[in-house]
T-cell receptor, first 112, second 112 residues
Framework: DGGITQSPKYLFRKEGQNVTLSCEQN?????MYWYRQDPGQGLRLIYY???????QKGDIAEGYSVSREKKESFPLTVTSAQKNPTAFYLCASRIGDGTEAFFGQGTRLTVV | GENVEQHPSTLSVQEGDSAVIKCTYS??????FPWYKQELGKGPQLIIDIRSNVGEKKDQRIAVTLNKTAKHFSLHITETQPEDSAVYFC???????????FGKGTRLSVIA
């Protein structure tokens, strides 16, 4: 089945640690996105990539980093510089302009 | 950049009644307006979308209307059912494969 897969579903991080969230798609989509969701805040854009080996910062990129070495994969690293990382993280992809974005099932990150 | 405002933040309706959620956008260049439904602990899923060359689109109990002059668009759900209870997000994007910008969401509760 074609789709977009995020892992893990739940992730716990100790303060001061970096963690990496995985996002893989087999839809052959060029564009991929990371959003952060907090209660009452909607979906806020962290980073996006329109093509392999290229990515741009979104509205809340501080404390996060990404890579896009393969078309299928767009991992997100939450670094120790992110002061409030506890949130629900959503990855999405779309084939192009004016088309549906497909979302993964999300990763819930909790700092312990 | 684009800004999307969504109202109301919460909405309760009796089963069988209609529900209306409204969004406004700021950038007149935006030309794609999707609506997503998110169930608890899951990623958002597209329920309907509309492009700027169309004023209205309907899919069974769901319809979306777009007023480009006023820069607002609305989701209409008729004959609501308990399974319609979820969080609904509107979004907008501009040409050029730019990311979707989301509203803050509406929590719809359908009371049986």
């Amino acid at each position: 089945d074609g789709g977009i897969t995020q892992s893990p579903k739940y992730l716990f991080r100790k303060e001061g640690q970096n963690v990496t969230l995985s996002c893989e798609q087999n839809l052959n989509h060029d564009a991929m996105y990371w959003y952060r969701q907090d209660p009452g805040q909607g979906l806020r854009l962290i980073y996006y990539s329109q093509i392999v080996n290229d990515f741009q910062k979104g509205d809340i990129a501080e404390g996060y980093s990404v890579s896009r070495e393969k078309k299928e994969s767009f991992p997100l690293t939450v670094t120790s510089a992110q002061k409030n990382p506890t949130a629900f993280y959503l990855c999405a992809s779309r084939i192009g302009d004016g088309t549906e974005a497909f979302f993964g099932q999300g990763t819930r990150l909790t700092v312990v | 950049g684009e800004n999307v405002e969504q109202h109301p933040s919460t909405l309760s309706v009796q089963e069988g009644d209609s529900a209306v959620i409204k969004c406004t956008y700021s950038d007149s260049a935006s030309n794609y307006f999707p609506w997503y439904k998110q169930e608890l602990g899951k990623g958002p899923q597209l329920i309907i979308d509309i492009r700027s060359n169309v004023g209205e689109k309907k899919d069974q109990r769901i319809a979306v209307t777009l007023n480009k002059t006023a820069k607002h668009f609305s989701l209409h759900i008729t004959e609501t059912q308990p399974e319609d209870s979820a969080v609904y997000f509107c979004a907008a994007s501009k040409p050029g494969n730019t990311p979707l910008v989301f509203g803050k969401g509406t929590r719809l509760s359908v009371i049986a």
